[in-house]
């Protein structure tokens, strides 16, 4: 996978990271609690009962076209994939991930504490952030595995999620056909943000400033990705 390397900017650019990086401290802030079931979504899974696939379908592509933090890192997933073939790798293995950990945390009960999740999860942001920078060779003299990162970061997203779904006690009656019908939405919410994300990025590889911005983007996503998890290590500590 191509890598910016961390020496190659200009002074320009350093001065739009650093105000796009204070613009993603704001929307950071605001939007930390991304990965959470909205209030009106979590009274819905609360009241229910019985098989309701349509609904929980809808319920999974909501989640996953307004959660922030699955749309970060998989910008930064595709950042440099140019070949359908290599974005549907990457994201099959973001996906098995994601898939296995959310519905077997749920069918098994296994609440993890959802601030130490998340901080994870913010981590996954500015693992690949850097990676999209090329920290890791230039510091450590070798590239990680990217296809296994991806999906280890996965099953901490997909984990992240049933923490919050096992919160509001889901009914037991279709509880897996259920569970499946959301796999399904969430899916089906990837593919949706992911052609969006496809989309602008292949009209702005084709720009002549993609180049000059690609490290300011790539450090704005590291900020955000810090600040995510700085929010959510804070509430594991006030919450012990």
Not at 128 to 140: E, P
Not at 157 to 184: C, E, M, R, S, W
Not at 200 to 214: D, I, Q
């Amino acid at each position: 996978m191509t890598s910016i390397p961390l020496g190659w900017v200009g002074w320009r650019s350093r001065v739009i990271a650093t105000l796009l990086g204070l613009a993603a401290l704001w929307i950071s802030a605001s939007t930390a609690a991304a990965h959470n079931v909205t209030p009106g979504d979590a009274g819905y899974i609360q009241e229910i009962w019985g098989v309701k696939l349509i609904p929980f379908a809808y319920l999974g592509a909501k989640h996953m076209v307004t959660g922030y933090d699955h749309i970060l890192f998989l910008f930064g997933v595709v950042f440099f994939l140019y070949r359908m073939q290599h974005v549907a790798i990457y994201v099959s293995h973001f996906a098995l991930g994601h898939s296995t950990t959310m519905l077997l945390g749920v069918w098994f009960g296994w609440n993890v504490n959802a601030y130490l999740i998340d901080a994870i999860i913010g981590l996954s942001v500015v693992y690949k952030a850097l990676d999209n920078l090329g920290a890791y060779q230039r510091w450590f003299g070798f590239q990680p595995n990217t296809k296994l990162a991806t999906l280890i970061f996965g099953f901490f997203h997909g984990l992240g999620l049933a923490t919050k779904i096992l919160d509001y006690d889901i009914a037991q009656d279709g509880l897996l056909p259920n569970l499946l019908a959301f796999n399904v939405g969430v899916e089906i919410g990837q593919v949706l943000a992911l052609s969006l994300i496809l989309i602008v990025m292949g009209y702005w590889r084709r720009s002549a400033s993609f180049w000059t911005h690609a490290y300011t983007a790539n450090v704005v996503m590291m900020t955000a990705g810090f600040v995510l998890m700085g929010y959510q290590l804070t509430g594991l500590v006030l919450s012990s």
